[in-house]
């Protein structure tokens, strides 16, 4: 049986076409896709994120213990608020869950991870964390909603009191507030500014309501799903998986090895830079007519790779997608579709930035 957010009979009622979605009944669009893109890249619009899974990990080894489960280090939390953007290994150095962890205070952090990999990341968090003294608590009673575009954060700001709006124009990305029942963070996963909203589930649908009056528009998980990959921004279980390093994924950004930490999966990550690293992760853009999608085969001089995601870009009016390929390949490349090989380039993502074309994706590859 599917899941239901709070939001979902607003849903209905705004005509929404719902799907199963992890186990949730989720709106895929509201009416036209491409809209509700084009929205969120010119003026505003929001996405139910409910099904998202919110854990709080309280006690004094609290930073102890995430220092030991991230890749990324903890060590860089310090202000109230402040996130980060990690991955959750396995021993192997393959990625079980990325997540945003903010640091509350000192016995105090909240994660936010994925909702198709819940059961295997609680159980993950559990047997990580059955050695050290903290306690874990996922946030059932909680609903979050995603504020998303050029004009997000002033409308959010007409329906807060202005004392929280004086605090929240001082807010940097990647940082939170916490004001009453709300939690608000400067995050999202559309490559545009605005906020993701978390609050009691008893509220979801009159903060709902005010931001339709606001003029936001409803969006769905179709477009959050192009703005993303538009974004550069990587999708668990296509772009990261639980058999491939962070390292192959585009993602070693996100993995401190610049002290002596020993978390989860450095001595399978050190190994794979000491023998060489095989694969990377690169953008495509497709020249010839087609769709990309995952799964596809990418053959460059260098070897083959295989594409990871892949859609038709609003912005761009092109078809772009993500793909693993080998190390040396450079800007040729060709994608088998439907046995026909088409021509494409590989690029280095983002593809979009501020509604806009990247300027290096216009050059060409740039690395």
Request: glycine fraction near 10%; aromatic fraction near 6%.
């Amino acid at each position: 049986m599917t899941r239901k957010t709070a939001l979902h009979d607003a849903h209905v009622a705004a005509g929404a076409r719902l799907v199963d979605f992890v186990g949730w009944e989720m709106p895929i669009n509201y009416g036209s896709q491409m809209d509700e893109h084009h929205q969120v890249r010119t003026d505003a619009g929001m996405f139910d994120v409910s099904h998202m899974t919110v854990v709080d990990i309280h006690g004094p080894q609290t930073r102890d213990f995430l220092s030991r489960l991230l890749a990324n280090d903890v060590a860089k939390l310090h202000t109230a608020g402040k996130a980060l953007y990690s991955c959750m290994l396995n021993e192997a150095g393959g990625v079980i869950d990325d997540l945003i962890a903010y640091f509350m205070d000192e016995e105090w952090f909240r994660l936010v991870v994925n909702a198709a990999t819940r059961d295997k990341g609680l159980a993950w968090l559990e047997r990580q964390g059955a050695e050290f003294r903290i306690a874990v608590t996922e946030h059932h009673e909680l609903a979050m909603i995603a504020v998303q575009g050029p004009r997000a954060r002033d409308k959010v700001h007409t329906l807060l009191e202005a004392d929280v709006v004086v605090e929240l124009l001082e807010l940097k990305p990647f940082n939170a507030v916490l004001h009453d029942e709300l939690f608000i963070a400067r995050t999202g996963y559309t490559g545009e500014d605005g906020y993701e909203i978390l609050m009691g589930a008893g509220q979801a649908v009159s903060v709902w309501n005010s931001l339709r009056e606001a003029g936001v528009m409803p969006c769905g998980l179709a477009a959050r799903d192009t703005l993303r990959l538009e974004a550069g921004m990587h999708l668990y279980g296509q772009d990261m998986e639980e058999d491939v390093t962070p390292l192959e994924s585009g993602l070693g950004w996100t993995v401190a090895l610049n002290d002596e930490r020993d978390f989860i999966g450095r001595s399978a990550l050190e190994k794979q830079i000491a023998e060489g690293i095989q694969d990377k992760l690169l953008g495509l853009v497709l020249e010839d007519r087609g769709v990309l999608r995952p799964g596809q085969k990418v053959i460059t001089p260098a070897g083959d790779g295989i594409t990871t995601s892949g859609s038709f870009s609003p912005t761009l009016q092109k078809a772009i997608g993500l793909a693993r390929v080998p190390m040396a390949a450079g800007e040729e490349c060709a994608v088998e579709i439907r046995g026909k090989l088409l021509k494409a380039r590989i690029v280095r993502p983002p593809f979009v930035r501020n509604g806009k074309p990247c300027e290096g994706l216009l050059q060409g590859l740039a690395g």
